[in-house]
């Protein structure tokens, strides 16, 4: 018993020592008085904030502030998503998301599922898919004696080799 107390104050005293030298590391970079400025503006504690500004050549960060600090990606992330799908697809491109009968409609009832085939249309908020079943609706459907199908297969992986990579198929 009296082993292991000193154990752990040994480890305490470890981990104590350890903390306070690593505390002039985490003092040494501060946030420049201007963003310091705007948090305060925008009412956001400094605390909330992780941030690495670099060269994109590299080198050492002009800035950073608790750059290890996992944290949910910001709007700038959207924009880059935003970007690449713009040049990927195009300004003109609309998102589909097919919809069909998985059998017979007689008098207003389908006697089959309904299938909905997602495709990653950003913009099928709850709203939009009421939009959507009002559309089946105005179709002729009134009434559904089977399932509604979610279908995932626009996202389905293709089968891969998994050595066609890097050659090294048993290799995580």
Known sequence: MRAMLRIRAALCAALICGAAALAPLQAAQSLPPEVQAAL???RVPAIALSVVVQ???GGRPVLHWRP???VNPASLAKLLT???ALDRLGPAWRWRTPVWLDG???DGVLDGSLVIQGSGDPTLVLERV???LRRVQ???VREIRGDIVLDGSAFAVAEADPGDFDGEALRP
Do not use: I
């Open 55 to 57: 060269d994109v050549g």
């Open 104 to 106: 017979p409609l007689r």
């Open 82 to 84: 935003t970007a690449a």
């Open 40 to 42: 305060q503006r925008a």
């Open 138 to 140: 105005a179709l002729g």
């Open 68 to 70: 290890h600090e996992p």
């Open 130 to 132: 009421w939009l959507l």
